[in-house]
């Protein structure tokens, strides 16, 4: 199989700009910092996308966790430096059970919102609530994958919450301590209104936001009144950098502290450069194919495992991700641990006979397969799936790759496919299942996925029995079902690096979403420049 062929002109644009780099580092040492040589002055950040909104509520994306993480307490938090999940207290002290559908939740006392105004028991409960109630269409997916189980948050008194549920919450600790249900000031959001608010939001965290131009470019400053670990940075700035070459050029000549979205063919480009250093890692998610299961080409779903059983993920990973990144073999995290992960079902496999034989089955008749991706957005989602293109056309589909600059421009009547990544949100089945595949989800919502009667029951056991035993099997069903069906395509879990200064204490958080940018106290430190 040939190589594809990859971003290699940048090792020579980017010779000189090694030796810029190293040049301009060193003048920075004496003017970083207003000539105070503090480098926990500012932090700057090189990032591949960045989002529209600052309302947590509103987007789940991943370009939104880089931010929305910095920006947003939670009632319940996750150790980042834990290597196993643990949670602890967020905005709330103490939570506990009732009752079969109640939860009680002690807030932290003097918590200040950014305005110096004091968090009350009536902020989280207005946060919480109008998600539940879909008080902008943008709170679809958070409350369908977050709350869908919650009926109402009853504030009790000042400093007290009730968490009502439809049924037994055995996730709780999962759900609320995802960025996305971050908590905002509601006298603030009230008297400017939702969309104003989502462009400066008032929160209670350790960074508040003072500039903002949606999709281009964050600022953020340190909130000294913070009632936690003192944020590291006085000052950190996102600014969108759609291409790789100018990122690295950003970090090279040290316009950057920080960038995101290395690929693995441009590591050997920092080799020879000491004020840089690599931090890489596999994700825990996977880069994949939503099929549009409502399109008349893509509707058959023996068509659809044919696609999948033509796609040699091992020679895709091999050759683009230079053997880094980890090609789909079921469809699973061993997060899950030993009781929900479940060896005899890494079933993907690379079988193009067999492709050819469902092929022949199926009703397809020489239609083109329209891959829709979204420009600068995953990195090698286009340069995969020419290589998919070509692999398909070898048991005689025909495959066109569509590029977009936005998921809004897909033309779902046109689409067959689009490219999107299922990441783990929470160490559980469902961290993965109901964030993407609920029955009232995002690509159920948009016609993507059309799940059946019994998909339905199979997925309401499996994410709220508290029997382990039903549970295991309504997921093994459900894996069947995905199999069967093949509703989406699994192709591998990426490999990507951060680049950064030397003098930049950082690592990859543990227990937090992929893509999550980890700048509170205790997680990242600086150095002089």
């Not at 932090?43 to 789940?60: E, F, H, K, M, Y």
């Not at 037994?168 to 000031?185: I, Q």
């Not at 977009?404 to 496919?417: F, L, M, N, P």
Request: charged content about 25%; some cysteine; aromatic content about 12%.
């Amino acid at each position: 199989m040939k190589k594809f062929e990859r971003r290699t002109y940048l090792v020579a644009i980017l010779s000189t700009v090694i030796f810029m780099g190293s040049l301009a580092v060193s003048f920075r040492t004496a003017a970083a910092a207003g000539g105070t040589g503090d480098s926990s002055a500012e932090l700057r950040i090189g990032v591949q996308t960045l989002p529209d909104t600052l309302d947590a509520n509103a987007s789940v994306s991943n370009a939104g966790i880089q931010v929305y993480y910095n920006i947003y307490d939670t009632l319940i938090m996750r150790d980042s430096s834990s290597e196993t999940l643990a949670f602890k207290p967020g905005i709330a002290l103490e939570w506990k059970q009732t009752d079969e559908l109640a939860w009680e939740i002690k807030l932290r006392p003097n918590v200040k919102f950014h305005d110096g105004s004091i968090m009350t028991a009536e902020d989280v409960a207005y946060s919480l609530n109008r998600v539940i109630a879909e008080e902008d269409p943008a709170y679809v997916t958070a409350h369908s994958y977050l709350l869908a189980n919650f009926r109402e948050f009853e504030v009790v008194d000042a400093l007290t919450l009730k968490a009502h549920t439809f049924k037994n919450e055995p996730l709780l600790e999962h759900l609320l301590s995802d960025p996305n249900a971050g908590v905002t000031s509601k006298n603030y959001a009230e008297k400017v209104g939702i969309d104003k608010a989502a462009l400066a939001p008032i929160t209670t965290a350790p960074y508040k936001v003072t500039g903002f131009e949606p999709g281009q470019k964050v600022t953020l400053e340190r909130f000294d009144d913070y009632w936690g670990d003192r944020a590291p940075f006085a000052k950190v700035s996102y600014t969108l950098i759609p291409e790789i070459a100018s990122r690295i050029t950003a970090v090279m000549t040290g316009e950057m502290d920080m960038i995101t979205n290395i690929p693995p063919d441009q590591d050997g480009v920092f080799e020879e450069n000491d004020k840089i250093k690599l931090i890489g890692t596999i994700f825990p998610m996977y880069h994949i194919y939503c099929f549009v299961t409502s399109n008349p080409v893509t509707d058959d779903a023996k068509l659809r495992r044919a696609l999948d059983l033509a796609i040699d993920r091992q020679a895709i990973t091999a050759s683009l991700w230079e053997g880094k990144a980890e090609p789909a073999i079921a469809y699973q995290f061993k997060n899950y641990g030993e009781t929900l992960y479940f060896p005899d079902k890494e079933d993907i496999k690379y079988d193009p006979e067999e492709a050819k034989k469902l092929l022949a089955e199926s009703d397809y008749n020489g239609e083109s397969v329209q891959i829709y991706n979204v420009s600068n957005y995953y990195t090698y989602a286009d340069l995969a799936a020419q290589a998919v293109i070509d692999m398909w056309k070898k048991i005689g589909v025909k495959g066109e790759l569509i590029e977009v600059d936005s998921y809004t421009a897909i033309d779902r009547k046109k689409a067959g496919i689009r490219t999107w990544s299922n990441p783990l949100y929470y160490n559980d089945p469902m961290g993965v299942i109901e964030r993407h595949w609920s029955p009232k989800g995002e690509a159920a919502n948009q016609k993507e996925f059309l799940p059946t009667e019994e998909y339905i029951t199979q997925f309401e056991t499996a994410r709220y029995s508290s029997d382990t035993g039903e549970r295991v099997k309504a997921l093994r069903w459900m894996l069947d079902y995905f199999r069967s069906e093949t509703p989406f395509i699994y192709l591998y879990k990426p490999y990507e690096s951060l680049a950064v200064r030397q003098g930049i204490d950082y690592r990859i958080p543990f227990n937090l979403r992929a893509h999550t940018l980890g700048l509170r106290g205790g997680e990242i430190s600086a150095s002089a420049r």
